[in-house]
């Protein structure tokens, strides 16, 4: 079956843009989540859509947004661009249960590669 | 407050040896862990996991060994190849969470 896929996969914006990235998740999962990984701080939980709605979020301001579509693809935007928003940007895709039985269905795609100059 | 810490940023070990990779979380609530391996310019992988209830997982050459009391998990290859050579992730999840909660990666580097 297809993994999760992001695109793009490269992307350069100037301070002050502001950028959306995709993720469309493996057929039949209905959660997304979103995660941040930079040199210093490793992966960081951005946040988690399951069935459009956003289930969880993580501790990162307002800039950063998402949304999911009744296909649970996913799109998370990041307003005002700043230098420090340079990262990977990583989805994962699930079947959206909560609960330990769940953890091991955690597919993560490839990642968005955003430089902000 | 980092509640999911890798305290070794690197690991250099011989091919044919044991990679003993650590991780130490602070939540009590923490009752899911999972290990991840990733190269550059690619997602993370699942390798591993092993639930609260358990301190012991195996699965081919990879061990993951769980101390609740101590609060640490540690990820065991053996034997180490040269193709082990990546960034391993430690996770952690919630009891009700859906949200990973990630060290910040120890780099294996496996020489032939």
């Known amino acids: 079956k297809a993994g999760v896929t992001q695109t793009p996969r490269y992307l350069i914006k100037t301070r002050g843009q502001q950028v959306t990235l995709s993720c469309s998740p493996i057929?039949?999962?209905?959660?997304v989540s979103w995660y941040q990984q930079t040199p210093g701080q490793g992966l960081q939980f951005l946040f988690e859509?399951?069935?459009?709605?956003?289930?969880n979020k993580g501790n990162f301001p307002g800039r950063f947004s998402g949304r999911q579509f009744s296909n649970s693809r996913s799109e998370m935007n990041v307003s005002t661009l700043e230098l420090g928003d340079s990262a990977l940007y990583l989805c994962?895709?699930?079947?959206?249960?909560?609960?330990?039985?769940?953890?091991?269905?955690?597919?993560f795609g490839s990642g968005t590669r955003l430089t902000v100059v | 407050d980092q509640q999911v810490k890798q305290n070794s940023p690197s690991l250099s070990v011989q091919e044919g040896r044991i990679s003993i990779l650590n991780c130490d979380y602070t939540?009590?609530?923490?009752?899911?862990f999972l290990w991840y391996k990733k190269y550059p310019a690619e997602g993370p992988t699942f390798l591993i996991s092993?639930?609260?209830?358990?301190d012991k997982n195996e699965d081919g050459r990879f061990t993951v060994f769980l101390n609740k009391s101590a609060k640490h998990l540690s990820l065991h290859i053996v034997p180490s190849q040269p193709g082990d050579s990546a960034v391993y992730f430690c996770?952690?999840?919630?009891?009700?969470?859906?949200?990973?909660?990630f060290g910040k990666g120890t780099t294996l580097s496996v020489s032939s």
């Open positions: 994962a895709s699930s079947l959206g249960g909560i609960g330990t039985g769940t953890a091991y269905g955690y597919t």
């Open positions: 057929s039949g999962h209905r959660s």
């Open positions: 859509y399951f069935s459009e709605t956003q289930r």
């Open positions: 939540n009590s609530m923490f009752d899911y």
């Open positions: 092993i639930s609260s209830i358990k």
């Open positions: 996770a952690a999840l919630h009891q009700a969470g859906t949200a990973l909660i």
